[in-house]
């Protein structure tokens, strides 16, 4: 079955550097995969998607994620975190297996320092 | 266009009574979803409808009733409720025929069960 694994509960970042998020998945075809923020309080808003082509790819709120298949990850990253970009961050897989679905990681809490 | 909408946003129930959760999508979306979220273990798949007239269960559904009233509502019944019910429920819906697995969610209900 298919799994997401986000290692890092929580992680602090200043203000002005740059972000990477970690997400490694577990399929056996190429896989489905997005990243969710979730804002204090909100639902969920989709960040960014990978299907196929470009393993680079570009998302809302300058953020980008890059799928490596030989390491099967798929990281979040951004090069200047702003303040407002502190929330929890999922990382998701399509399930292929009966009606399609998504499994989801645990999250990972973004802090930003001042 | 307002969406995926939820009600109420908070709750607090006693231990064996019952209520339900009310969720509506205007994105005439085919699928609709339940989830819940507990710290440390993301969003866990309660129920979901792939279609109006179809439901099934999903990761979680032990406790936990729905309804897919129509194209538009889902709603997540909780018999007799016990503290370990006590999460934030977020409904989502998705569109399989536009974009495989990407779905939108609604912001959430916050229960307590005590």
């Known amino acids: 079955a298919q799994s997401v694994t986000q290692p890092d509960i929580h992680i602090t970042v200043s203000e002005g550097a740059s972000l990477e998020l970690r997400c490694n998945y577990s399929y056996g075809a190429t896989p489905y995969l997005f990243w969710y923020v979730q804002s204090p309080g909100q639902g969920l808003q989709l960040l960014l998607k990978?299907?196929?082509?470009?393993?680079l790819v570009q998302g809302i709120k300058g953020f980008e994620a890059e799928f490596k298949r030989s390491q099967s990850s798929f990281n979040l990253r951004k090069p200047s975190v702003h303040w407002s970009d502190a929330a929890e961050y999922f990382c998701?897989?399509?399930?292929?297996?009966?009606?399609?679905?998504?499994?989801f990681g645990t999250g990972t809490r973004l802090l930003v320092s001042p | 266009n307002a969406g995926v909408t939820q009600t109420p946003k908070f709750q607090v129930l006693k231990t064996g009574q019952s209520m339900t959760l009310q969720c509506a999508q205007d994105?005439?979306?085919?699928?609709m979803y339940w989830y819940r979220q507990d710290p440390g273990m993301g969003l866990r798949l309660i129920y979901y409808?792939?279609?109006?007239?179809?439901?099934d269960k999903g990761e979680v559904p032990n406790g936990y009733n729905v309804s897919r009233l129509n194209k538009r509502e889902f709603s997540l019944r909780l018999e007799s409720a016990a503290p370990s019910q006590t999460s934030v429920y977020f409904c989502?819906?998705?569109?399989?025929?536009?974009?495989?697995?990407?779905?939108?969610f609604g912001p959430g209900t916050r229960l307590t069960v005590t």
């Open positions: 409808s792939a279609s109006e007239g179809t439901t």
């Open positions: 994105m005439n979306h085919n699928s």
């Open positions: 989502a819906s998705s569109e399989q025929a536009i974009s495989l697995y990407e779905q939108y």
């Open positions: 998701a897989v399509g399930d292929s297996t009966g009606f399609q679905k998504l499994v």
């Open positions: 990978y299907f196929s082509g470009d393993t």
